[in-house]
């Protein structure tokens, strides 16, 4: 499976921005898909996920602002990114895994694949 996101940009606090990540490959639907971010100077951390049940996950920094989907059909996964904030500076990669368990969604070790990320870069 290969990952490649679009759409990130430089935008000022408070605009939006939607990322995309395409994949290619077989059983797209039977993965769970989704996004992490790394600052500059920070680890990277989950964003969001979509479980391969549907069930979607957001982190609580981004839960309310920010919405993830999926579409099966064209292999994508999004990110709509509202209410952006300069804490929200990072190179945002998508991820996807196969058979992870509920439990794990939140967890980097669990994804197999990554795409080469894209920056979002915030203005206060």
């Known amino acids: 499976v290969q990952l490649v996101e679009s759409g990130g940009g430089v935008v000022q606090a408070g605009d939006s921005l939607r990322l995309s990540c395409v994949a290619s490959?077989?059983?797209?639907?039977?993965?769970?898909t989704g996004w992490f971010r790394q600052g500059p100077g920070k680890e990277r951390e989950f964003v969001g996920a979509v479980w391969r049940g549907g069930n979607i996950f957001y982190a609580d920094s981004v839960r309310g602002r920010f919405t993830i989907s999926r579409d099966n059909a064209k292999k994508m996964v999004s990110l709509q990114m509202s209410s952006l904030k300069p804490e929200d500076t990072a190179v945002y990669y998508c991820?996807?895994?196969?058979?992870?368990?509920?439990?794990?969604?939140?967890?980097?070790?669990?994804?197999?694949?990554w795409g080469q990320g894209t920056q979002v870069t915030v203005s206060s």
């Open positions: 991820a996807a895994g196969a058979s992870i368990i509920l439990s794990r969604v939140r967890e980097e070790q669990a994804y197999n694949y």
């Open positions: 490959g077989r059983s797209f639907n039977t993965y769970t």
